[in-house]
């Protein structure tokens, strides 16, 4: 690990003594084990359609890529369009932005209703 990334680690560990779990979420990919992780960016959209209407969601989440790496051990490419549960919701990975440190997820779900 590098410098920089040794300081990142030291200050990621203490905000987790810090605040414990406050603000973090377990994400489990295809039912896998859980990922400690921090939401990042969400975004809700709703498109009408004839008959009804489209609602689309997409998450972000940021955990400590070693943690991911050691429950997660497969290429990145392996998890696109797997399921991945959040918080009681479900979304499908659709990008994995794997850094030195940190480990960016994005999340897509659907739901169409009436």
């Known amino acids: ?3 920089l990334a040794d300081v990142a680690a030291s200050a990621l560990r203490f905000a987790r003594e810090s605040l414990g779990t406050s603000g973090s979420d377990s994400l489990s990919i295809d ?14 959209s709703r498109d009408f359609e004839v008959g009804g209407q489209n609602v ?5 989440v940021v955990g400590e890529s070693s943690e991911f790496l050691t429950l ?18 479900s979304y ?8 030195e440190f940190f480990t960016e997820l994005s999340l897509a779900g659907g739901l169409a209703s009436p």
Request: a negative charge; proline letters at 8%; glycine letters at 12%.
């Open 56 to 60: 689309e969601s997409e998450l972000v």
């Open 72 to 89: 997660y051990s497969s290429p990145p490419a392996d998890y696109l369009g797997k399921s991945a549960t959040l918080g009681g919701n």
């Open 92 to 99: 499908r990975v659709s990008e994995i932005s794997r850094g």
């Open 1 to 3: 690990m590098s410098p």
């Open 31 to 44: 039912g896998g084990a859980p990922w400690l992780v921090t939401r990042a960016e969400e975004r809700h």
